[in-house]
């Protein structure tokens, strides 16, 4: 900050308070700026693919609940790909529909076979819901911190501006204290809605995941009834 | 879900909400008024624990005090237009130089000269005044003028109803021949000088009140409560000791014969006993100085002391110093 900049009268709008920042703290600034923008956008992309799993989940339970064959339902979701509760349904119909296509003799070990196709879809689509998440969760512990970095820097140089003009009135201090201040107001900004969301999508993951887990549990006793039956 | 279509949802969430930002977190440019810094006083510890009791809402004093005038000899101003201010107000002063005397200095005759009769009068006095006056003919010359400028400008007037006034000192509308002061043009109407010459009283007069000690004092803590006598009460009594105290100047190491003498005081500052030797030193000089010490504290019993702070300076300690005479 040079001495010219050191006005009675300072303006104070957004703009200026990024445009006289030093250049460590503009690159804070738009990091940050950048990390809000990524949070939000994660975050309405998974809003929306929540709402969707949610949807699909329901349609499928209710088409699986509705008395219509497996084989059937197996048919028509294999045709398109299929996710979530439905890709666990269609993963387990695979193997099941391969071990008796194939003619196997034994269907000893058809059970534990269909429980792990279904672990591994089950783990495969909590992977899915949960990915970026940590995006979330690190803007949201880092942020704040990036943010007191930048203040921590603007102060540092509305000190050096002090020592410049030997002067320690308000006008001197104030610029650069407000522009630091601004830094971390960018860090806050950034790291409320990803903490926010963060927990949100996080308990959201948890309960499809307790979903899929217990319609897995459920669709494996029924095969293994099946199993018993034919064996 | 297409990661894409978000990012862009989001870039034009955040453009938003920083555009409305730009647009309304204009903040008033920051004025900031130059404050003076505020002078402040460190005083310890003891100095605060000795402040005086007092109330800021303490009467300020009961009755005026009489104020003693003292009229020194009359010395002759430093200006003259001031003494010929002066005189023309104050006509009880003897006027100093001749030249003045010849003008009348009632103010009735300034009045009649507005009319035609004494007109001639004027005229001659001046010529008369002007050889006169040789030492300062000129500064006298200018006073004149001044001080009896509506003397002349009572003249044109008259003159003015025959013929045009010949000076460019007429103005069109005249004063009051009553005015007394020369109108100066380059100065103001000030009622504080007006006030100065109506004063009777001589310019050289000195005033002073007796001293007193104020018994209500508007200045000092609430809490205080030192009754300690303080730095000028000290030299007080120093200063009446010191008026009869012979040091032993020709005694061998006199520096040293320091003597601490315990008086004990009645309330109207008379000895109420024989004042003590604090410490005993050894030497035939110590008894000499002690001496000396105990003489002066009896030649002048009588101290006038503050009645008020009886209790601290009823037993007070003093020492006999011969490198600072007294050291109470």
Known sequence: MTPAEITPSVDMSLLTLFLQAHWVVKSVMIGLICASIWVWAIAIDKWLLFRRTRAASDQFEQAFWSGQSLEELYRTLSARPADSMAALFVAAMREWKRTFEGGARSFAGLQQRIDRVMDVSISREVERLESKLLVLATVGSAGPFIGLFGTVWGIMTSFQSIAASKNTSLAVVAPGIAEALFATAMGLIAAIPATIFYNKFTSEVNKQAARLEGFADEFSAILSRQIDENG | ?328
């Open chain 2, 1 to 328: 879900m297409r990661p894409d279509r978000s990012f862009a949802a989001s870039a034009s969430l955040h453009a938003m909400v920083f555009g409305i930002g730009l647009v309304t977190f204009d903040a008033r440019p920051m004025v900031v008024a130059p404050t003076e810094s505020m002078p402040v006083d460190i005083m310890s510890m003891s100095e605060f624990s000795q402040l005086t009791r007092g109330q800021k809402t303490a009467p300020k004093a009961e009755k005026p005090k009489h104020v003693a005038e003292k009229t020194g000899e009359v010395k002759p101003p430093d200006t003259e237009a001031k003494k010929i201010a002066d005189k023309t107000i104050d006509s009880a002063t003897p006027p100093p130089l001749p030249p003045k005397v010849e003008r009348p200095p009632e103010p009735e005759p300034k009045k009649a000269e507005a009319k035609p009769e004494p007109k001639p009068e004027p005229a001659p006095k001046k010529a008369e005044a002007k050889p006169e006056i040789k030492p300062d003919a000129e500064a006298l010359e200018k006073l004149i003028a001044k001080t009896e400028k509506p003397e002349k400008k009572a003249e044109p007037e008259k003159k003015a109803e025959v013929k045009p006034p010949p000076k460019p000192v007429d103005r069109p509308k005249q004063p009051p021949p009553v005015a007394q002061t020369p109108p100066d043009p380059n100065s103001k109407f000030d009622t504080s000088k007006i006030a100065a010459l109506l004063d009777k009283r001589a310019p050289q007069r000195a005033a002073a009140s007796g001293a007193e000690v104020s018994h209500t004092a508007s200045l000092g803590s609430v809490t205080g409560q030192a009754q300690q006598l303080s730095q000028t009460e000290i030299d007080a009594l120093r200063a009446q000791i010191q008026r009869c105290w012979n040091p032993q100047v020709g005694a061998a190491e006199a520096r040293d014969l320091i003597v601490r003498v315990r008086i004990a005081l009645n309330q109207d500052g008379s000895l109420a006993g024989q004042p003590m030797l604090v410490d005993h030193g050894g030497g035939a000089y110590f008894q000499v100085a002690a001496e000396s010490a105990m003489r002066a504290i009896r030649r002048c019993a009588p101290y006038t002391l503050p009645v008020a702070k009886y209790e601290a300076w009823r037993d007070v300690e003093v020492t006999f110093d011969p490198r600072d005479m007294f050291r109470g």
